[in-house]
């Protein structure tokens, strides 16, 4: 059936695999001692102000202090960045140039620190085949805050109740339902597929 539905896709986790443990299974001699580092030095919420926009060299400069015997493994978070990332999810790949295909505009909110965003356009063609993207690290913002996604929907003209958003993590999708937009949990490049074809998008089976 036609739809007016947009798709705007979140990046990490549904283009493409993130996780630090990549990185910090390198730097330690067990799982143990790099799930710890991950829960208690370089943490997720530790690096949720890169996504708000803090640079790297900031960041890191603050956090040695309070960890100073793991200076190099925290050096390494930066310097060593693309090793935290896993596969392209070619599935999603798909999805998207069949969008583009049909002529559906396509869009991305994505938590992203703004320095580690530029440095993958020349990585990653899909990102620049988007019509639109916004990126934390550039407005400040982080989901699941709504302003968020008012940023997204005042930039492209899109009301919220035109847009399918599709994220991997829960809390983004909450919210995104909450601003009045449909929404996709995605747990896999299949699963998406599924969902956006009952949304109406044309999409192959």
């Excluded at 370089?42 to 890169?50: A, I, Y």
């Excluded at 996504?51 to 309070?66: H, M, S």
Aim: proline share 6%.
């Amino acid at each position: 059936m036609p739809t007016s539905l947009t798709p705007v896709f979140d990046l990490g986790g549904v283009f493409v695999d993130w996780n630090p443990l990549y990185l910090f299974r390198k730097l330690f001699d067990t799982e143990e001692e790099a799930v710890w580092f991950h829960e208690n030095v370089c943490t997720l919420g530790w690096n949720l102000e890169f996504d708000r926009g803090e640079k790297f060299a900031e960041g890191i400069a603050k956090l040695i202090p309070q960890h100073p015997k793991y200076w190099r493994e925290i050096q390494a978070y930066d310097t060593r960045w693309p090793e935290m990332l896993g596969d392209i999810f070619e599935g999603t790949v798909a999805i998207h140039d069949e969008l583009i295909a049909a002529k559906i505009p396509t869009y991305a909110i994505t938590n992203f620190s703004w320095e580690k965003w530029i440095s993958m356009l020349e990585h990653w063609s899909f990102l620049e085949k988007f019509d639109g993207v916004v990126v934390s690290g550039v407005e400040k913002l982080v989901k699941p805050d709504p302003r968020l996604y008012g940023i997204f929907c005042d930039r492209f003209g899109l009301s919220p109740s035109e847009c399918v958003f599709i994220d991997d993590n829960e809390v983004n999708i909450v919210a995104a339902r909450a601003f009045g937009m449909k929404a996709i949990h995605f747990t896999s490049p299949e699963q998406a597929r599924a969902e956006l074809i009952e949304f109406g998008l044309p999409l192959t089976p």
